[in-house]
């Protein structure tokens, strides 16, 4: 099998496009049923984000007369496309070894914010006031969130560097080399010297999921869902699939490091 069709097989089945999207949902489902448990109420069933994205896709796709057409159709499309190469450069220790070998932190580090941008386009193209709020508090949160991302890669890199340097200092970005390294020397999370790294990552994660506390870009007791509040049909489902996506991206890259 070529490279180019093996890469292609890698973002559409696994590890990104579907085992991607079925993992996800799963854990966009379990979060709404725990999230019930803890209001004590029943909840969904694990399946309605799937329910919620089949009724989307049968609704109409309208679009406001004020808005920017093309921004405002191809915002979910940029959102969805970015986490769907995202998830195909997660490695998956003794299956898969990342699309290409390219599964570079680095790379990682700008193909994250891509959902949030998509967010902002969105809600700036559609001549909404919400959705001109919750783009300047999306961009203020993923400021927030960013720089204590790229200090965590840093130091998970420039560890495994001195490590596999012997003692030089010097910095490894290969994700694979990175789980390659941890396979033989041990997990970094039992390393006391990333504990405050593995505490931030914690932090990070509901800053990037947008789940609450830091859910006030879509704040719906003030702004209504914000950027979202003009989408609706497949462009809202797209969204919701890419926010599922993200979920899952980032929790894999967490595991790998």
Known sequence: MSDTLLAIVHMCLFPGGVFALLV???FKGLDRRVEARLQRRVGPP???PWLDIAKLLTKET???KTACRPAFLMA???????MAVCAAFIPVPGVYSGLYNMGDLLVLF???PIPAMALMLGGSASSSPFGAVGFSREMLLMLAYETPLLMILLSVAMLVGKALHGGAWGAEFSLLRIVAWQQEAGSLGFNPAMVPALLAYLIFLPGTMGVAPFD???AETEIIEGPLLEYGGPLLALFQIT???KTFVVLGLG???
């Open 243 to 245: 926010s599922a996506l």
């Open 46 to 48: 694990l399946t309605q």
């Open 76 to 82: 979910p499309v940029f959102g969805f496309t970015g």
């Open 24 to 26: 996800a949902m799963f």
């Open 255 to 257: 595991v790998a490091l």
């Open 216 to 218: 006030i870009p879509e």
């Open 62 to 64: 309208l679009i406001p």
């Open 110 to 112: 700008y193909l994250l």
